[in-house]
RNA sequence: GGAGAGUUGGCAGAGCGGUAAUGCACCGGACUCGAAAUCCGGCGAACCAACUAAUGUUGGCGCGCAGGUUCAAAUCCUGUACUCUCCGCCA
């Protein structure tokens, strides 16, 4: 349904082609490590030349246009004879529409294979196709030792009365769920206390739109290939809107065709809003709890930095994400996902994952990537340097963090023996004094 | 939802079939002890390609976007997005 737009839409290259000419050997040696066969840049490089000899071509012609167009001009004005020169420049103008239309069947295939190519990952990511092959980069905190068994959150939830799955199940299906009372005051009080935290270390609040267009979709590389995984709303204008899947879409989109003053880089946002999933293919999988929810809070952080500055700054937005969880108190691990299993649009990703002491292991809660140049190439989304010189810059994009997720945390890891649940001291002052929830 | 107007370089703003005026800003120079003012000159958005070791040079493209007509389109035609004004409706 959108790919074909796509094509049309953009003219321009995802991965940069200047690149892929330069050092194409390197370039399949990476895209390997994600499962993108060689033959692909091959393929690429084969319609680029094309693409580039028709380019020639056609603009000799147009030079040849432009210049006699003029002379015919001129002649007319001098109430000349030009129609010698007409005849000529109207077959001329045949062989341009002819080499034109190759030009962008040539063109379109190029995108077609540029588009669905990902990013490249950085070398000091982990080689291989999925989790296992993530490398463990930092332990944090202790691992509650519980004098009785655990219960899982979506258990206690219900036996406090502040989660209501039954309902929401009637309501609008499996994966959704009712907050209620101390449960809807400590999911607020935990996202507000996620965007504090986040202002102090520099990051501007926004509250972005919750439909975002496809040129959106596009631009943080969710689309073409994702489509499946979003819900997309057909208004009457038959122009569809998709519900956004995380706001790393209409914050990183905030500056999309833009060109930025490189004086103001860094920039950092940060966003709560609703995430809309489809999980269309995780069927089965964390049916229960606030895991894997079809709409779901989450605070996100982004930043548009400099090329030079993207790596340290990858540093600081995990540092970042990984404050909330100390200040909380939860135990948490920091991984690098492996070339494979990174998304799409990511150089290097970290993920946070979260102690469940009910579940026996960490669970995501965070991801934070630097896409390098990639989004910003997609969403053409620049800055002018101290040179003068129109630079793309690099977007970073973090969990800080999944909210529900978070919740489900905080009642696992903060759970006493009578199924009560303490509040962490940093959230008290968001709870209006409450220390602990109890039933009734 | 209805009617009308608009969208041109960083900003302002002309052009309405013959290939983007002009002003402000910006850069260089002159004048000045220095600055302002004035004068002279220059650049004028992105993007693509060819040549070049690089700085660059040349060309293409470019007037919201996409098509069409024409030897030639900012200009004419069609579609479309957005902005503004008025009317209607509305949390």
Redesign the pocket.
Known sequence: MWAKAFI?LWGDKMLD?KLIRKKPEWVKERLATRQIPGEEIDQLLQLDQQR?DL??K???L??E??D???K??QM??NHEDADAQ?AQ??QV?QEIKELDEKLAKTTDDLNYILIRLPNIPDESVPVGSDESAAREERKWGTIPDFKFKPQAHWDLGEELGILDWQRAAKVSGSRFVYYLGLGARLERAVYNFMLDEHRKDGYTEVIPPYLVNAESMFGTGQFPKFTEDVYTIIN??E?PLTLIPTAEVPLVNFYRDE?LDGSQLPINLTALTPSFRSEAGSAGRDTRGLIRMHQFNKVEMVKFTKPEDSWDELEKLTHNAENILQKLNLPYHVITLASGDASFTSAKTYDLEVWMPAQNCYREISSCSNCTDFQARRAHI?Y?DEDGK?KLLHTLNGSGLAVGRTVAAILENYQNEDGSVTIPDVLVPYMDGVTKITKD
């Open positions: 049309f082609l580039r380019t020639v056609s603009e000799n147009k030079k246009r432009n006699v167009s003029a015919i001009a007319k004005r007409i420049m109207k103008g009457t204008d122009k060109i620049r002018r129109t």
